[in-house]
């Protein structure tokens, strides 16, 4: 029977206009650990990975007893899979990504401290960029864009980067520039016009510099019934990677006090909805923000005490405990990533990242692989109704264990039954007509 006139235009224009397909997400940093400019040295992977070992060491007890202070009830089995997971990233990989801190992080200081702090900052990156002791991610947060502080945060940024550039002829891989409370779209695009004007006079690669916004104001977030997020990216002209939430100065300027400051506070769960929202499908990172609450024992000194040592464990412990529930608020949610403010939070967020991920993770596979053999047609797997969009979340979750180094690829590939080689770079609707050709 012939198709009525005009349905081969329409088909037309929808394939044109068609979205591209889902893919699986990229693999990406898990946290941001922030360091004031005064602390950065070009050793510091190794050094917050040997402090964290130590915390880890010190207070942790033995395997189950680490994994339990970080979240009660967790199988013995499954306790001893994810100690090891996180003693070997603390070894091997404690860091994936940087921010040397020249605002909150570095307080106020005379414009004389704070050149010398950026050169001094300059010649540890270049000699971390020679040595190759670097993070995979490094960057810089300036201060805020804003009157009184705006002269200083453009010179602190040609400091370092121009002093970098013309040592070794480029950046660091991937360097960024944080911008703190933002407020309105002419901040962010200053910024990356600053960032242009960088590239062109150091001969750096034009699109090389790359920023990222800290989401911490009201206005950030929504302006006269409107949702803002978007715009912010928008301006940045295409060099955002990354949207941070900044929750303590966020629930502070809207009028919370200090004793009810906290990550899970309401209006950090709804900021990060909307920040989940407002950016899906652009490629810009979502990350959570701090656990203030820091692994910090009360009591130092070699000459302690049984009941100071006691103390300084459920310290310790409870701090841990308190990272790890806000690392898993965020994973539930989608965000897996999130900051780190000292080496000892460190054990508490790979416990938490592990432990999301190894939890069923057999399970996944097993599902995965049923529902790649039956063509990805719909079906019940144990009690549950697989579909193409479960699908898709069952290929993510297995590609972000793996990257995130909660489990192996060896394991990832048995359990799915293919290397994971063939799961990587193309998109679900690819996979699954390859598995039911």
Not at 43 to 52: F, I, S, T
Not at 273 to 287: D, F, I, K
Request: aromatic letters at 4%.
């Amino acid at each position: 029977m012939e198709a009525p006139r005009g349905l081969d235009v329409i088909l037309q224009r929808l394939l044109t206009g068609s979205p591209e397909a889902v893919m699986a997400p990229p693999p990406g940093p898990v946290h941001t650990v922030y360091g004031g400019a005064q602390l950065f040295r070009a050793d510091l992977v190794a050094r917050v990975g040997a402090q964290a070992r130590t915390q880890l060491e010190t207070y942790g007890g033995g395997p189950v007893d680490f994994v339990r202070a970080c979240r009660e009830g967790v199988p013995g089995a499954l306790a001893e899979e994810v100690h090891r997971a996180v003693v070997e990233r603390l070894t091997t990989r404690p860091v994936d990504d940087y921010r040397v801190d020249f605002e909150d992080g570095f307080g106020p200081r005379s414009d004389e401290e704070e050149d010398r702090e950026a050169l001094r900052v300059a010649a540890e990156v270049l000699r971390g960029m020679k040595e190759d002791t670097l993070p995979r991610g490094l960057g810089i947060r300036v201060r805020a864009l804003e009157r009184p502080t705006a002269a200083r945060a453009l010179r602190t940024l040609e400091l370092v980067v121009g002093t970098i550039a013309r040592g070794a002829g480029a950046l660091p891989r991937g360097f960024v520039v944080a911008l703190p409370k933002v407020r309105q779209e002419t901040e962010v695009t200053a910024l990356a016009d600053a960032l242009t004007v960088l590239e062109g006079s150091h001969g750096l690669a034009p699109g090389s510099l790359a920023l990222e916004l800290m989401v911490e104001t009201p206005e950030a977030l929504v302006s006269h019934g409107r949702l803002r997020p978007r715009a912010l990216v928008d301006a940045a002209r295409g060099r955002c990677v990354a949207v941070h939430l900044g929750a303590y100065d966020l629930t502070a300027r809207l009028g919370v006090g200090a004793r009810d400051q906290r990550l899970g506070h309401p209006y950090c769960a709804l900021a990060r909805q909307v920040l989940a929202l407002e950016l899906h499908g652009t490629g810009v990172a979502v990350s959570d923000g701090a656990t203030t609450r820091l692994p910090v024992p009360p009591h130092r000194g070699a000459a302690l005490d049984e009941a100071q040592r006691e103390a300084n464990a459920l310290a310790v412990r409870a701090a841990w405990r308190a990272h790890a529930d806000n690392v898993s608020e965020a994973l539930g949610v989608g965000i897996d990533r999130g900051w780190d403010l000292h080496p000892g939070q460190l054990p508490a967020r790979f416990a938490a990242l592990f432990l999301h991920h190894r939890e069923g993770f057999r399970d996944t596979c097993a599902r995965l692989r049923a529902f790649l053999a039956r063509g990805a047609v719909a079906s019940l797997h144990q009690g549950l109704m697989d579909d193409a969009a479960t699908g898709q979340a069952m290929l993510n979750a297995v590609l972000r264990a793996v990257d995130c180094g909660a489990v192996a690829e060896a394991e990832a590939a048995e359990g799915v039954g293919c290397s994971l080689g063939a799961l990587r770079g193309r998109s679900f609707g690819d996979l699954v007509r390859g598995a039911g050709a």
